[in-house]
C-alpha cells in the first residue's frame, strides 16, 4: 500500500498563497489517480482536487475553482496543490489521497490517506 506525506501546510495571510507536497513511498504514483481534501473543525470533509495518473485530467471544488491548481511529477513521486489567493475560509487541514485503480475517473473511492497539514489563513 501506498504511504503520503503531506508538507508545505503553515500560517499565510488571506490574498497570500502556498503549495502543498504529497510524497509517495512504498509504491510508484504513476499508476495512482490522486487527490486532495480539506476538513476545517466542525465541518465535513471537502473534495478539493483530483488528477487523473497521467496528469492529462484534472477537477476541482468549486470553492476553489481559478485559485488552486493540482499537478504531479511521478519522477519525484509527488503531487501537489498550488493554493493563490487564499481566503479566510480556506482554513484547513489538508490531506492526501490515492486511488489505484487508473481506470476509475472520476475517482470514486480514494482507497489511501495522508496524516493531513495544517493551512491557516488569517485576516
Known amino acids: 500500500q501506498v504511504q503520503l506525506v503531506e508538507s508545505g501546510g503553515g500560517l499565510v495571510q488571506a490574498g497570500g498563497s502556498l503549495r502543498l507536497s504529497c510524497a509517495a513511498s512504498g509504491r510508484t504514483l504513476s499508476r495512482y489517480n490522486m487527490g486532495w481534501f480539506r476538513q476545517a473543525p466542525g465541518k465535513e470533509r471537502e473534495f478539493v482536487a483530483a488528477?487523473?495518473?497521467?496528469?492529462?485530467?484534472?477537477y476541482y471544488g468549486d470553492s476553489v475553482k481559478g485559485r488552486f491548481t493540482i499537478s504531479r511529477d511521478n519522477a519525484k513521486n509527488t503531487v501537489y496543490l498550488q493554493m493563490n489567493s487564499l481566503q479566510l475560509e480556506d482554513t484547513a487541514v489538508y490531506y492526501c489521497?490515492?486511488?489505484?485503480?487508473?481506470?476509475?475517473?472520476?475517482?470514486?473511492?480514494?482507497?489511501?490517506w495522508g496524516q493531513g497539514t495544517q493551512v491557516t489563513v488569517s485576516s
Open positions: 489521497a490515492a486511488d489505484s485503480n487508473a481506470r476509475s475517473w472520476p475517482v470514486t473511492d480514494f482507497g489511501s
Open positions: 488528477i487523473r495518473w497521467s496528469g492529462g485530467s484534472r
